[in-house]
């Protein structure tokens, strides 16, 4: 009896101990997050785990590196992501991260947040935002989760807080996750906020759930009636085996957007824009656009940015993007060592790292992806924009070229390898990936041949412009940095002692 007491003693020790170090390990990650540090590697944990109010463990899936780097993309010495905007970035992984690090359970702390549903436009899903300092999580989400008449109506519902993201599920959650995984893979495409695998405990989201049983929209109420029943029937296409967890795409809310007015993104109006006449023409781009002028790098960025978002939605079968496009105005500048950055925010440290004016220009941003992988759509809305095509950057036609070659096996296993970390990573089914790949190598397949009729110029180069404009600059800036290097130092020129 005396053993067996010893034992059962021990084991709750252990059981303590283990609770201690998650807790510390909470604790420094959410300063981590806040401070930007690098010392969690990247996919090193896979994920991160959160105790749910039920004894669940739900899990936030981290950034892996992909299997595969592109010719063109120059890896960090630390870690695999990218120093520039056509890969993953370390961007990239702190967001992640910082989704990650979100407790959607916790009363008070730095990673409590206020987890209400979403009761405006079409579909059903929730919203975290970050708690106003006057609320707690408790009174926020009683007084601003529910319908309110006269503020939640069919298109808005202004809350307090910062939003700073949203959990979807079935059926929008995986094309919402794919897509940021190919935006990345294809070149950095439409500023395609980040998003990840995320599960939230059943009965928190039966909870949420319950207070969208009115809405502001027919639709989203209807969207919500689906989602409870299916939450409550255990539906493997959104609750996860054990029956505890509810997962989904838990995705990074932007800054600095703004949504334009449905009628400024039809095809007609679309067509009427400047930068359009730049990507419809059949003309070479230098010679529609005085690329010696920074005056053209709006037109440059804006064309380059549409071609490149109805490729993407032409991969993913996207029936809902005119009249769902956003734009950021964020800053662009040249590095001292020829890179071009852009941000919605810059530091002291990025200004001193710029040999550029900080050029404030608008660009296109896809922050809603979620009504894709309809793969039976023959055509789809922006189907038109992308027939009258007629220029792209060389980033994502190689890309294309690139990344449709390896799901073909053009490395001995790479398919299978791609395959699985779409599956296991990405966290899409298999069927969604056998038909996104179809879907891709169509793509790409169809843009080389219009490229080797000529009918599309592979002469749209944003980010070659920048650098032309600011050559001097870049040039001086290295010059300088040479001659630093080359400069002997005081210890150096003084002579040693003799013994």
């Known amino acids: 009896m005396k053993s067996f007491l010893c034992r059962v003693l021990w084991r709750r020790f252990q059981l303590l101990t283990a609770l201690g170090i998650l807790l510390s390990f909470n604790t420094a990650f ?16 896979a994920t991160l785990e959160h105790s749910t109010p039920t004894g669940a463990t739900e899990i936030a899936q981290r950034l892996i590196p992909f299997p595969f780097t592109p010719p063109d993309v120059k890896l960090k010495e630390k870690e695999p992501l990218s120093g520039s905007n056509n890969w993953f970035t370390k961007h990239d992984k702190n967001k992640i991260d910082e989704l990650g690090s979100l407790d959607f359970y916790a009363p008070s702390g730095p990673q409590s947040v206020g987890v209400v549903p979403k009761l405006h436009n079409t579909s059903a899903g929730m919203e975290i935002y970050r708690l106003p300092t006057t609320l707690s999580k408790d009174t926020f989400e009683k007084t601003e989760g529910p319908y309110r008449p006269g503020i939640t109506k069919k298109f808005s519902n202004k809350r307090s807080g910062e939003k700073i993201a949203k959990f979807k599920t079935y059926p929008v959650a995986q094309p919402g996750l794919a897509c940021f995984y190919i935006s990345r893979l294809l070149g950095h495409l439409v500023e395609v906020p980040p998003a990840t695998y995320r599960t939230m405990d059943v009965q928190e989201f039966m909870k949420v759930g319950n207070q969208a049983r009115t809405t ?3 639709d989203c109420t209807q969207a919500w009636a689906n989602l409870r029943g299916w939450a409550q029937s255990a539906n493997p296409k959104m609750v996860a085996p054990g029956g505890k967890l509810v997962y989904g795409s838990l995705a990074q809310n932007p800054r600095g957007e703004e949504s334009s007015p449905e009628d400024y993104w039809t095809v007609d109006a679309i067509r009427g824009h400047s930068f359009y006449k730049v990507l419809s023409s059949k003309a ?3 010679n529609l656009l005085k690329l010696n002028d920074p005056k053209s790098l709006q037109d440059l960025a804006l064309a380059q940015d549409m071609t490149r978002g109805v490729i993407l939605d032409s991969i993913f079968r996207q029936v809902d993007r005119l009249g769902n496009i956003s734009v950021a105005v964020l800053q662009h500048y040249v590095t001292s060592d020829g890179g071009v950055k852009w941000d919605d ?12 004016p900080l050029l404030p220009l608008k660009r296109i941003m ?8 309809n793969w039976g759509r023959d055509t789809i809305s922006v189907t038109r924009i992308l027939n009258d095509t007629h220029h792209i950057d060389q980033t994502i036609y190689n890309r294309l070229q690139w990344l449709a070659g390896l799901m073909q096996d053009s490395e001995p296993g790479s398919n299978a390898k791609i395959r699985d970390y779409f599956v296991n990573v990405v966290h899409i089914s298999g069927d969604n990936y056998d038909s996104m790949k179809a879907s891709l190598i169509k793509q790409a397949a169809a843009l080389k041949s219009r490229v080797e009729a000529k009918d599309i110029l592979v002469d749209l180069d944003f980010e070659g412009t920048m650098k032309k404009l600011y050559a001097k600059e870049i040039e001086a800036a290295q010059a300088r ?5 080359a400069s002997p130092t005081v210890a150096e020129m003084t002579p040693t002692p003799s013994p």
């Open 366 to 373: 896809y922050k809603d992806n979620d009504d894709g992988m």
């Open 30 to 45: 959410s300063v981590w997050a806040d401070q930007g540090d690098q010392s969690l590697p990247i996919g090193n944990p």
């Open 284 to 286: 070479p781009v230098a």
């Open 345 to 356: 925010k810059v530091n002291d440290k990025d200004k001193a790292e710029a040999v550029s």
């Open 216 to 218: 502001g929209h027919p």
């Open 481 to 485: 940095k040479n001659a630093a290097t």
